[in-house]
Nanobody
């Protein structure tokens, strides 16, 4: 139900915009969205999150470089990535949760709480060199 796109290869310092499209039958109650990334053999790492009020939170490693946003009309989540570094080279996943599951969780913590997310995309690879 979640399909990422926009990954690819880019030079150091370059930019990419990832998109995550939710299918039409996607549950509208899913109002909390996040981007995560994972390298082979390593744990999944939170990148950014946006809550149902449009408030955002980011990992320190991407603050000032990445921007998460959403287009509610088209059920699409975005991650604008600027000033890319070699260490950004990993698989990126979008994820969605519900307002009820995230009730009581601070927006500032949504980016790191992968356990809150119930729907995941298949991932899109980003390579920076």
């Amino acid at each position: 139900q979640l399909v990422e796109s926009g990954g690819g290869s880019v030079q150091i310092g370059g930019s990419l915009t990832l998109a995550c499209a939710a299918s039409r039958d996607f549950n509208d109650a899913r109002a909390e969205w996040g981007w995560f990334r994972q390298a082979p053999g390593e744990e999944r790492e939170g990148v950014a999150a946006i809550d149902n009020e449009g408030k955002t939170s980011y990992a320190d490693s991407v603050k000032g470089r990445f921007t998460i946003s959403q287009d509610n009309a088209n059920n699409t989540l975005y991650l604008q990535m600027n000033s890319l570094k070699p260490e950004d080279t990993v698989m990126y996943y979008c994820a969605a949760s519900t307002a009820s599951i995230c009730s009581g969780v601070k927006t500032a913590d949504l980016w790191i709480r992968s356990d809150l997310y119930t729907s995941w995309g298949q991932g899109t690879q980003v390579t920076v060199s």
